[in-house]
């Protein structure tokens, strides 16, 4: 089983900043990495699937990048609904597997 | 607009079977993968199993073979039967559309979730 992890667990900021969250693979899973977001009493919402592609009607403040075992989700600059838990999720190989989430919350 | 909407009972006893149902409007169920994830209160998301219409299933090994799939594509449903239920399978259960792209392994759109209890 490949094993995400995410890191930092909580990122504090403001509106307005640049936030950079990391995940990492137990090993290679190519480019089939996804990013998630989730909000308080809510599933979770698809903006990246496949490392780099932004999932239909997500802002392009939203980016990802990386390959192999390191990916990185940046949002350009942060607006007031995007504070929220986020995960990472591979399809490399089965099961598929979800990271432990980093929380970006207001500074 | 695509949407999924879990059903089935919120307490479930200990060693007894969880039974839900995903109920899909304004997609065929004949047409993507089909998931059900789970996160327990405060913790991670937890991809469980999937289906294909055709009967194609996969499910996570940390079930110990407890789970099964089923797709009723005359309701345009699919459903989750998970067997000998400790306290360790409490969790909000989301039914989930696999993406149309590769074999369903990303998940585009997602019920809001049930609670289910395991207590006697």
């Known amino acids: 089983e490949i094993v995400l992890t995410q890191s930092p667990a909580t990122l504090s900021l403001s509106p307005g900043e640049r936030a950079t969250l990391s995940c990492r693979a137990s090993?290679?899973?190519?480019?089939?990495l996804a990013w998630y977001q989730q909000k308080p009493g809510q599933a979770p919402r698809l903006l990246i699937y496949d490392a780099s592609n932004r999932a239909t009607g997500i802002p392009p403040r939203f980016s990802g990048s990386g390959s192999g075992t390191d990916f990185t989700l940046t949002i350009s600059s942060l607006e007031p609904e995007d504070f929220a838990v986020y995960y990472c999720q591979q399809r490399s190989s089965w099961p598929l597997t979800f990271g432990p989430g980093t929380k970006v919350d207001i500074k | 607009q695509v949407q999924l909407q879990e059903s089935g009972p919120g307490l479930v006893k200990p060693s007894d079977t969880l039974s839900l149902t995903c109920t899909v409007s304004?997609?065929?169920?004949?047409?993507?993968?089909w998931s059900w994830i789970r996160q327990p209160p405060g913790k991670g998301l937890e991809w469980i199993a999937y289906?294909?219409?055709?009967?194609?299933?996969k499910y996570n090994p940390s079930l110990k073979s407890r789970g099964t799939m089923s797709v009723d594509t005359s309701k345009n449903q699919f459903s989750l039967k998970l067997n000998s239920v400790t306290a360790a399978d409490t969790a909000v259960y989301y039914c989930a559309r696999g993406t149309p792209y590769g074999s369903g392994e990303n998940f585009d759109y997602w019920g809001q979730g049930t609670l289910v209890t395991v207590s006697s």
């Open positions: 289906i294909y219409y055709s009967g194609t299933t």
């Open positions: 304004g997609a065929s169920i004949s047409t993507y993968y």
């Open positions: 090993q290679s899973v190519s480019s089939y």
